[in-house]
């Protein structure tokens, strides 16, 4: 078994546990990103998306966070007084340990309290589809373009937007 195959069948394995294993999953990510994606040829997405089925946002949320954790450690790594071991920053163990670690300590010396582990059940960002004419829809296109420039504006459209579908939803509930 290749280290590519291997790698990709670690990946799969951490699949059903991702939301605990966020780090660890996220960090195998960006190893196989790093093997994979080369511009204009390189084939990470295919593989993420269609081989391992992870959907494309889940796939650069878990290397995002993988990153930002490592920065995290590598910060408070670098401010450690004690620096006699090397921390090897690849190691999903290694620095899920870590984290683990500084995590107690803060507890212990300063109250702090750890970080919920538990990931946050929310939705990031939902598309909705106008079926209006295309005049309509350019229209649309460019006042939202106007609406952008000004974020209150843009919040308060938004909030009127999401009351109306969830009328109409439950209109539609109704019916049925």
Same mark, same amino acid.
């Given at each position: 078994?290749?280290?590519?195959?291997?790698?990709?069948?670690?990946?799969?394995?951490?699949?059903?546990?991702?939301?605990?294993?966020? *780090?660890? /999953?996220?960090?195998? *990510?960006?190893?196989?990103?790093?093997?994979?994606?080369?511009?204009?040829?390189?084939? &990470?997405?295919?593989?993420?998306?269609?081989? /391992?089925?992870?959907?494309?946002?889940?796939?650069?949320?878990?290397?995002?966070?993988?990153?930002?954790?490592? $920065?995290?450690?590598?910060? /408070?790594?670098?401010?450690?007084?004690?620096?006699?071991?090397?921390?090897?920053?690849?190691?999903?163990?290694?620095?899920?340990?870590?984290?683990?670690? &500084?995590?107690?300590?803060?507890?212990?010396?300063?109250?702090? $309290?750890?970080?919920?582990?538990?990931?946050?059940?929310?939705?990031?960002?939902?598309?909705?589809? &106008?079926? *209006?004419?295309?005049?309509?829809?350019?229209?649309?296109? $460019?006042?939202?373009?106007? /609406?952008?420039?000004?974020?209150?504006?843009?919040?308060?459209?938004?909030?009127?937007?999401?009351?109306?579908?969830?009328?109409?939803?439950?209109?539609?509930?109704?019916?049925?």
């Amino acid at each position: 078994m290749t280290l590519l195959e291997q790698l990709k069948a670690e990946i799969k394995a951490l699949l059903p546990s991702y939301q605990t294993r966020r *780090l660890e /999953l996220g960090i195998k *990510l960006i190893r196989l990103q790093e093997m994979l994606a080369h511009h204009g040829k390189g084939t &990470f997405t295919d593989v993420a998306t269609k081989e /391992l089925k992870i959907p494309h946002s889940t796939v650069y949320d878990l290397i995002d966070y993988a990153t930002a954790e490592v $920065k995290r450690v590598a910060r /408070l790594s670098a401010s450690r007084t004690n620096n006699d071991e090397d921390i090897d920053l690849n190691d999903p163990e290694e620095v899920a340990d870590l984290l683990r670690r &500084f995590e107690e300590e803060a507890e212990r010396v300063g109250g702090v $309290k750890a970080r919920d582990k538990k990931p946050k059940n929310y939705t990031k960002m939902i598309m909705i589809k &106008f079926i *209006l004419p295309a005049s309509s829809r350019q229209r649309v296109a $460019k006042a939202w373009q106007v /609406l952008k420039q000004d974020e209150v504006a843009m919040k308060k459209a938004c909030w009127n937007i999401a009351r109306e579908v969830v009328r109409a939803a439950a209109k539609s509930k109704k019916g049925s």
